[in-house]
């Protein structure tokens, strides 16, 4: 056993989805290196894995260069809430692009094999419904979203050409939104915020009209669809959407969230933020006959098992 674990390095390894992806390689028998800056991540979502003598959590920051010896790179480090990746613009800039250049050497030097974590913000505000790989997106190089954005797609280039000038085994994933246990509660992201608020009995922040779509992936398909992906042969480079399918307007997901919370709460309309795509949904068929992966969980299940994570979350702070 000992002879055939992989030793694996997950980067944002405290955050939201790197905590579960550090939690499934572990349970499949690898020896898992997070490494994390703790921006956005948190000791308490890695806690309950450091009995194992399998896990090794590095405070570490990836716009730095990494000295390891690993077989596989999951790169996920990165601010992914709206307001978190714009509190410091510059530096989501440089985590991605800087990040994408230290980890993309680290796997040339090692010959590891390496993922990335991009996402369907690169198609910006799409223009194609659903997005297939091939859409080369609508983003606004300037406005407040585009650190973000510009950063993941330069991080895909930067992996394409590691892969053509290289040889570097890359995989690319575009991950959709994605929801479940683990997400910070004050990260303002839809999903948690809108729980948050019905728990509390609080107003229900809905931005502009709340016409607007998305599709929401529990953690649990999405984790499946990555370990799916780095399991791949070397010609299967991506890019590949990761992501659910079933789509839905905000407002109706607000609704949702009230009736399954049987909350008081009111919605309230705040201002769109700007560049707030208007439409997003991935098509999946390339992941489907891949991967022969598609996500399991539908959104009424996963929307009770994050409603119960954020209720003993609220439980303890009161009791705190
Ligand atoms: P998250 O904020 O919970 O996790 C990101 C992690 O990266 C955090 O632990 C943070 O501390 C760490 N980090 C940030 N900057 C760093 C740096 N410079 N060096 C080291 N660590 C750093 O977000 P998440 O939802 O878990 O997202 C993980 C990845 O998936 C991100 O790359 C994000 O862009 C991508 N993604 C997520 C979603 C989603 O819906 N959750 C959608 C699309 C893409
Ligand atoms: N949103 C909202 N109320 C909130 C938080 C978000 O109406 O309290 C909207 C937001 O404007 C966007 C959608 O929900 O249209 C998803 O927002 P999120 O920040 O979760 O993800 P992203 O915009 O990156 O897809």
């Known amino acids: 056993m000992t002879l055939t674990r992989k030793r694996v390095l997950v980067t944002g390894g405290a955050g939201f989805l790197g905590s579960h992806l550090c939690e499934r390689l572990l349970d499949e028998g690898n020896d898992v290196l997070c490494v994390d800056n703790y921006f956005t991540g948190r000791k308490d979502n890695i806690a309950h894995l450091l009995d194992s003598k399998y896990f090794e959590a590095h405070r570490h920051d990836v716009t730095l260069p990494l000295y390891v010896e690993v077989d596989e790179i999951y790169n996920l480090a990165c601010p992914a809430s709206p307001i978190h990746y714009q509190f410091d613009p510059v530096q989501t800039t440089k985590t991605s692009v800087l990040g994408a250049i230290n980890m993309l050497g680290l796997a040339k030097r090692v010959g590891a094999r ?7 913000e690169v198609y910006g505000d799409p223009a194609v419904h659903p997005q297939t790989e091939d859409y080369r997106g609508n983003v606004n190089p300037l406005g407040p979203r585009a650190c973000y954005d510009e950063g993941k797609r330069c991080a895909e280039t930067l992996f394409f050409d590691y892969h053509r000038q290289h040889k570097t085994h890359i995989k690319v994933a575009r991950v959709f939104n994605t929801y ?6 004050n990260d303002g992201r839809v999903v948690s915020n809108f729980i948050v608020q019905a728990l509390r009995g609080d107003d229900i922040t809905l931005y502009g009209d709340g016409r607007q779509t998305r599709a929401f992936c529990y953690v649990d ?15 299967v480079v991506g890019p590949m959407n990761i992501g659910n399918p079933h789509e839905i307007s905000v407002v109706d997901l607000a609704e949702q969230v009230i009736r399954m919370t049987k909350s008081t709460s009111k919605i309230v309309f705040r201002p769109l933020p700007q560049d707030d795509p208007t439409q997003r949904c991935p098509d999946i068929g390339y992941a489907n006959r891949t ?9 009424d299940v996963g929307l009770q098992r994050t409603i119960s994570y954020f209720e003993s979350v609220i439980a303890q702070r009161l009791e705190h």
């Not at 390496?114 to 369907?120: D, E, F, N, P, Y």
């Not at 991967?291 to 959104?299: A, D, M, N, T, V």
Request: charged share 20%.
């Open 291 to 299: 991967l022969g992966w598609e996500p399991r969980i539908p959104l």
């Open 221 to 235: 398909d999405l984790i499946d669809g990555l370990i799916r992906l780095m399991g791949t042969p070397a010609d």
């Open 114 to 120: 390496i993922l990335q974590s991009s996402t369907s």
């Open 180 to 185: 479940g246990p683990r997400m910070h509660p």
